[in-house]
């Protein structure tokens, strides 16, 4: 059994007191994980041109309004190269999520959903894309109509009190 990604386009123009103008923006929505349409792991995916920034308040309110568990804001890291989208040409790009209620340092499918609009709907060729994120470097890669993600080697990150009652410490 493979696991598949389903890909629904929209297209969503916005007009906010936020917003310096009317921003049109290209949504997408990919299963994540899925072996038939409406299943798996949904998420968001949001391409920002290479000099559209949003605020971080804004990110939010778009990922309320999408009220999935994720929005992946993506946005590559170079200019188009000879007159190609910037989409379909690089090969690195700036990822950040968002659920409706915050921003979150690391979310997986929403990673592989990203890479799934990237190389399957907006056409890169790329063989592997990397992601810089608040969690580091993340390299999704392609075989054939498969992707793979590469592991983090570190991630920083304190975990709530609640989770660590109980916990011994080292030499306890």
Partial sequence: DRLLFFVFETCATMTSAALPAKVSLPLYQADAFASRCFSGNPAAVVLLGFDQKLTADVMLAIAAENNLAETAFVRPLRGPVHHDSPFAANNRFGLRWFTPTREVPLCGHATMATA??????????????????????????????????????????????HLLIGRKKKGE
């Fill in 116 to 161: 799934a609009v990237l190389m399957f709907a907006v056409g890169n060729t790329n063989n592997s894309l990397t992601f810089e994120t608040l969690s580091g470097d993340l390299t999704v890669a392609r075989d054939a109509d498969l992707l793979a993600m590469s592991k983090l080697h570190t991630l920083h990150c304190t975990a709530p009190a």
